[in-house]
Nanobody, 126 residues
């Protein structure tokens, strides 16, 4: 059973950077579409970014385009989210999610993922 564990969250000042990691165990990510979601207090879970199994396609919610970058390292069985120019409105618990997918199929920014991590807190101070 594939399990996902996020790390890399923390407290950062406005304009700072963080890199989130999501490491998989119990399976490989070579044939997985992966996504990052976030949920702020009192708000619904929101898709942030996704990447398809081959890494040939990625997508971002408009609010993070140009600031966040998703990447996937199959050798390390890990997906990353590099977050730059962080803003207080980026404060949330960030979750990674996984679903098996054909290699080149575009990923989706919808919660159509089968496996989820437990989340990591990101707090951006103003």
């Amino acid at each position: 059973q594939l399990q996902l564990v996020e790390s890399g969250g923390g407290l950062v000042q406005f304009g700072g950077s963080l890199r989130l990691s999501c490491a998989a165990s119990g399976g490989i990510l070579d044939y997985s579409a992966l996504a990052w979601f976030r949920q702020a207090p009192g708000k619904e879970r929101e898709a942030v970014s996704c990447i398809n199994p081959s890494g040939s396609f990625s997508n971002y919610v408009d609010s993070v385009k140009g600031r966040f970058t998703i990447s996937k390292d199959n050798a390390k069985n890990t997906v990353y989210l590099q977050m730059n120019s962080l803003k207080p409105e980026d404060t949330a618990v960030y979750f990674c999610a996984e679903v098996g997918s054909p290699l080149s199929r575009p990923c989706v920014l919808r919660p159509e993922y089968d496996r989820w991590g437990q989340g990591t807190q990101v707090t951006v101070s103003s």
